[in-house]
């Protein structure tokens, strides 16, 4: 690749976001998005080394701040956030999970394959040169599965790993050592449920009143199962898939809306790295069960059923609530106040001067105040009135 497309690319990855090329430009820019995609975000191994991100190879004054505010030599636990969706159990527990366990348990990759085709991750990879197919998350997971080990122990574990209910009851990684889980973690496995819940489970509690679509006369199913037996598009957003499948006449032309399945479902932000410690410690005086509850949902107590990955796309979930959990976490919180954002800053700032300076009174990172008090219990309450679950992603 010339240098001099150097700083041209570090430019496109700045405007284009974290690590999603630009539909828009792909037409003119195919080989350019195509690079500005496989850059996608450096190792989070230690802090980001120059030589081995082209960003870095810029002058200084073309470096353009990467996403999240970050920039070189910053470490990434700091600046990952992390966000909380709703979650919708039942589309998890009759849709998604049975798919897994059609592909996993009978060897049937029809129903994955086809809740698979919806999501983002697929719709990416479709810019994919033909030469590095093989390299597909979609082609790797096959392979992954088509050397499973297989008898009537490992499929008894399987059918365990896919049945949501039983899985749930067994994810408290504090009381089960050995959740049912594969005999090793897969990256493209882990992606594909990830992009799965994303498409079809995970929802927005926010919603702003301009995106509220008018109620209309046309008739509607609510059957999840319904998605796998019409045609669809790629561009299928976590908000549409929950939807009630609207039946439009069969001469109306689809027009994929790409810009909307980005952003179709905004989380509601609960802090960066160590603002979950300042909530969970900041719950555990109010209720020992709130605290449990909230580190099954975002400090990683809950094991999922191929693990996670923080900051990696479609790896990032890292626990989730169902909703009768979040109906006992709304019950904890429910005569709560939470602490004012400006006390609660300037009560970090404080304890950030007392690490450098002896004091009388030793204070620990979780006595601190929240200052994402507010935004958790909103979600909770939220989330308790639709009767949905929770789940939190830190990417």
């Known amino acids: 690749m010339p240098k001099q497309t150097v700083s041209d690319l570090c430019l496109y990855r700045s405007l284009e976001g974290s690590y999603y090329p630009c539909f828009d430009t792909v037409a003119h820019h195919r080989a350019r998005v195509f690079w500005v995609f496989l850059l996608k975000r450096p190792s989070r191994k230690g802090t980001v080394q120059a030589e081995v991100y082209p960003c870095a190879q810029a002058p200084r004054k073309e470096r353009p701040f990467l996403p999240c505010g970050i920039s070189i030599g910053v470490s990434w636990a700091d600046t990952m956030m992390a966000r909380v969706y709703g979650f919708d159990w039942e589309a998890y527990t009759g849709l998604v ?45 096959k392979t992954f599965v088509q050397q499973l080990p297989r008898g009537p122990h490992t499929n008894k574990e399987y059918q365990l790993l896919c049945a949501a209910e039983q899985f749930t009851i067994l994810s408290d990684s504090y009381v089960y050592y050995h959740p049912p889980q594969l005999y090793q973690n897969s990256d493209a496995i882990r992606a594909i449920w990830g992009a799965i819940v994303e498409n079809h489970c995970q929802l927005q509690l926010l919603q702003s009143e301009a995106n509220i679509r008018p109620e209309t006369a046309w008739p509607t199913s609510w059957d999840h199962m319904a998605l796998l037996q ?27 809306e790409i810009e909307d399945m980005d952003n179709a479902c905004k989380g509601v932000e609960i ?26 949902l975002a400090c990683g107590r809950r094991s999922l059923p191929f693990g996670y990955r923080a900051g990696e796309p479609y790896e990032a979930y890292v626990g989730y609530l169902i909703p009768d959990e979040v109906r006992h976490l709304a019950d904890c919180l429910r ?29 620990m990172i979780d006595e601190v105040l929240p200052d994402h008090a507010d935004s958790l219990m909103e979600a909770v309450h939220l989330a308790a009135q639709r009767g949905l679950g929770l789940i939190c992603s830190i990417e």
């Open 230 to 256: 019409k045609p669809t598009s790629f561009c299928v957003s976590a908000h549409e898939a929950n939807e009630p499948i609207i039946e439009q006449d069969a001469d109306t032309e689809a027009i994929p």
């Open 97 to 141: 999970m049975p798919a897994f366990a059609h592909w996993l348990v009978d060897g049937n990759e029809t129903f994955i394959h086809q809740l698979y085709q919806q999501t983002r991750c697929a719709l990416e990879e479709q810019f994919i040169p033909s030469a590095m197919q093989l390299l597909s998350t979609w082609l790797r997971a």
């Open 335 to 363: 005569d709560e106040q939470p602490p004012d954002r400006v006390t609660a800053k300037a009560d970090y700032a404080s304890f950030r001067q007392e690490q450098s300076q002896p004091v009388k009174e030793f204070r």
């Open 271 to 296: 802090g960066r790295h160590p603002t979950t410690l300042h909530l969970r410690g900041w719950l555990a005086m109010r209720s020992v069960r709130a605290m449990a509850l909230f580190e099954l």
